[in-house]
């Protein structure tokens, strides 16, 4: 299983980024998926979440109203919207798979398979 994240960048507060995650090795459409972030110094966190059909979401309360998540079944990729970053947003994010495709977990020992992750900056 390779789950392949990018998108990844320096951006100025206020700016946009779209980070994708291109999954293989797993019946992907099966899967739930979920995007994590680590800042420096910080312990991994929970950004967001999509049931196997993209038909449930959940965000973490700090990007709430800011972030999308969706995914293409078809090309086996789960996408993070980002708009209105702030320096805050700092990290390396994580897409992570879940085979508990209908429950969208915040919680990180519920996934089973990790990305390699990809640098967020947000310049104040």
């Known amino acids: 299983v390779q789950l392949q994240a990018s998108g990844g960048g320096l951006v100025q507060t206020g700016g946009s980024l779209r980070l994708s995650c291109a999954a293989s090795g797993l019946t992907f459409r099966t899967y739930a998926m979920g995007w994590f972030r680590q800042a420096p110094g910080k312990e991994r966190e929970f950004v967001a979440a999509?049931?196997?059909?993209?038909?449930?979401?959940n965000f973490a309360d700090s990007v709430k109203g800011r972030f999308t998540i969706s995914r293409d079944n078809a090309k086996n990729t789960v996408y993070l919207q980002m708009n209105s970053l702030k320096p805050e947003d700092t990290a390396v994010y994580y897409c992570?798979?879940?085979?508990?495709?209908?429950?969208?977990?915040?919680?990180?020992?519920?996934?089973?398979?990790w990305g390699q992750g990809t640098l967020v900056t947000v310049s104040s």
């Open positions: 999509i049931t196997w059909s993209g038909s449930s979401t």
């Open positions: 992570a798979a879940s085979r508990s495709g209908t429950v969208i977990s915040t919680l990180k020992y519920r996934y089973d398979y």
